[in-house]
């Protein structure tokens, strides 16, 4: 892929998100002062049912701190291990909320699996914008590149900004290796041609990864290169070729449980972050089809959250 020369060195703060290992990114642009938001995380505790805006309240200190002006709330796809705050964001700053295209194929598939009446829109019109791949756009002065990179979901897709590049759950930090593709409509191979996308831009571009799960018990972390993820990724050092990606990871994905919250979590966020409205008693209620994900390794007793 040549380099584009996309305009604007932005500048970068992550946010980690310790109860589902989640980075969120404020982007800003240095000299205008304007921001984009990435992937923020609405919390949630799966044993009471609260929801709390810790995460999205930190962001916004963050950006005020700063003399930020939000500009956009951008997903990079949606999220199986945690909510997302981009309708609250939006609620609060006033900022365009968007996601890739593709998210009209995820919410196709989800809702058939909550059974959702026709009603619900599968149109993509919970957001402002929906990306096309190769599209762009600015943040301030800041040149854009959307990359999509599905594999991991359907909707996935990668944000490059200058000699950075925002790649979500493609390649997390080369200690850990590379994100899982078993979700429904995930796919090795089409994540292999994603992650070989990427790894076509300049090895100086810097990567920032979705998530850290912190082998080892190091601090974490969520920034690379293109060349350290080309010579250390743990997982891309081993699989040479798309056919021994695929079964490594297809071997590997067959060992883990699927996330704790994506049945909870897929129905806000094919929402655009927001919740289900609320019923007659003024409560809102989330809604868990059994049996739905059936087959993970959690019913071969493999408890792991990860």
Known sequence: MPDLQLRGRPLVKGFFEKRTFSVQYVVADPQT????????????????????????DALLDY?????YTPEWILDTHPHADHFSAASLLKERTGARMAIGEKIVEVQKL??????????????GSQWDKLFADG?????????????????????????????????????????FGTARADFPGGDAATLWHSIQRILALPDATRLFTGHDYMPGGRAPAWESTVGQQKSENIHLRDAKTQSAFVAMRQARDKTLPMPKLILHSLQVNIRGGRLPDPEGNGRRYLKLPLDALAGSAWEKGNHDDH
């Open 110 to 123: 989800w809702k058939g699996i909550y059974n959702y009446s026709d009603t619900f829109a599968t149109d």
């Open 63 to 67: 950006v005020r701190s700063q003399g």
């Open 135 to 175: 599209e762009r756009f600015r943040v301030g002065e800041c040149d854009v590149e959307v990359m999509l990179t599905p594999g991991h979901t359907l909707a996935s897709i990668a944000f490059r900004v200058a000699g950075a590049a925002f790649v979500h759950d493609t390649m997390f930090q080369p200690d």
């Open 33 to 56: 002062r304007r921001c984009a938001i990435i992937d923020p995380v609405l919390d949630f505790d799966e044993k009471s049912g609260a929801i709390a805006t810790w995460s999205a």
